[in-house]
């Protein structure tokens, strides 16, 4: 056999392996899952786009170690048409060399999500950004667009939130207190008077970390927070070209501690996926359910069950999408990250049906589980 020939079938039995490799047919969930290349996907806290009958995954690009909590990389999104395998697509929207950019190598870019703004035809990309070496300190949300759905993306810029602005369920009493100056300084307050943050940040704006988006029917577009050092939830409505923020918002569940909101929509009620705050570690994950994604928010019950184990710890995960299936109404996918504080770039994902009980989402563990579940 002449050496060219060799050549040609040591190439079709590596590439027959490398497709082997990543043809995936279920989920495993926490186990590693490898993309195309048969690299491991890396695309924490991670949000996900339909758009043009395919699915686009966006997250953390993570490396490795101690690093992990520093964004060097960027964005990093995958493509699937079947929500198994995924094609690396690269990274959508990169961190800059340029020592006087504000999305500077070594800053903290966590759980960006894209939606798509059918008006202008631009990808809009929101994510939680804080300043190099300033710890989570600055609490920005950041905005970046693209023409392209895989990017490259530009950055905007990065922002608090509603500065002098107060939100429109900020109770009149509240308002009045706001007014009288304040004692310095404002400590941190889990319990008491569940305003004071928003009073101390009234001046310079909202803090924003843990975040999130969501498109409703009519296209109108909601910016999820964790705000108020991560005690109350802010959800803002996005302008009509999903670019800026407008004065238009709420506060939620002040004082009680939200992070990693996620928000699905079935038969015209909204239901929020979220968790307490431990930092990496897991929590008991949190379910709300609401008519209006700007009103009426009411708490529900741990929507995990199965062992206390599982249940105080949400599976050891902590949510940050939930996906819509295409073209199967009423369908979604919970997706979680499964935190490697020690490893961050080794963190797994965590991916469930959401089953419903009279209506109210839940969530079991499944080993290994398929499309076909939601047939069943
Ligand atoms: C929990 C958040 O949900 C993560 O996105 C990240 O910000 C960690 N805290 C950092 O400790």
């Given at each position: ?128 950004h ?7 300190k600055a609490a920005l949300t950041g905005v ?12 905007i810029n990065s922002m608090r939130l509603h500065p002098k602005v107060y939100a429109k369920n900020f109770t009149k009493e509240q308002q009045q207190i706001a007014s009288l100056p304040l004692k310095e300084p404002v400590?941190p307050n889990?319990?008491?008077f569940a305003g004071v943050h928003m009073i101390r940040d009234f001046e310079t704006g909202q803090m924003s970390r843990?975040m ?10 909601y910016h999820?927070t964790a705000s108020e050092e991560?005690q109350t939830l802010l959800i803002s409505k996005l302008s009509?070209?999903?670019l800026s923020m407008t004065d238009d918002y709420v506060r939620v569940?002040p ?39 700007m ?82």
């Open positions: 056999m002449k050496s060219k020939d060799i050549l040609l079938i040591v190439l079709l039995f590596s590439s027959y392996f490398a497709i082997a490799q990543t043809a995936y047919t279920n989920f495993k969930p926490g186990e590693v899952w490898l993309d195309d290349k048969g690299n491991a996907v890396n695309a924490h806290g991670g949000g996900f786009l339909v758009y043009d009958e395919t699915y686009y995954w966006f997250g953390e690009h993570k490396e490795s170690g101690k690093m992990g909590a520093k964004a060097l990389v960027g964005v990093h999104v995958y493509s699937s048409k079947d929500l198994y395998n995924w094609k690396d697509e690269g990274v959508a929207l990169s961190m800059s060399n340029d020592t006087t950019s504000m999305l500077r190598k070594g800053c903290v870019l966590e759980r960006p999500k894209v939606i798509y703004n059918k008006k202008t035809q631009k990808f809009v990309m929101w994510f939680h804080e300043l190099k070496d300033q710890g989570y970046a667009v693209s023409d392209k759905v895989t990017g490259p993306f530009r950055y400590k889990h319990k008491g843990d999130n988006l969501f498109v409703d029917e009519d296209e109108q577009a999820i991560n009509d070209d999903y569940f004082g009680e501690t939200n992070e990693a909101p996620a928000i699905l929509k079935k038969d015209g009620k909204y239901f929020m996926f979220s968790s307490y705050t431990t930092g990496w570690n897991p929590n008991p994950g949190r379910l709300a359910v609401s008519d209006n994604m009103s009426g928010w009411k708490a529900l019950e741990n929507p995990c069950r199965g062992s206390e184990e599982e249940k105080k710890t949400t599976f050891h995960s902590q949510s940050t999408f939930v996906i819509p299936v295409i073209g199967k109404k009423n369908t979604f996918i919970y997706v979680g990250d499964r935190w490697n504080s020690k490893d961050l770039g080794d963190s797994r994902y965590i991916w469930l049906p959401v089953e419903f009980e009279d209506g109210i989402p839940f969530l079991k563990w499944h080993q290994s589980w398929d499309l076909d579940f939601f047939n069943k």
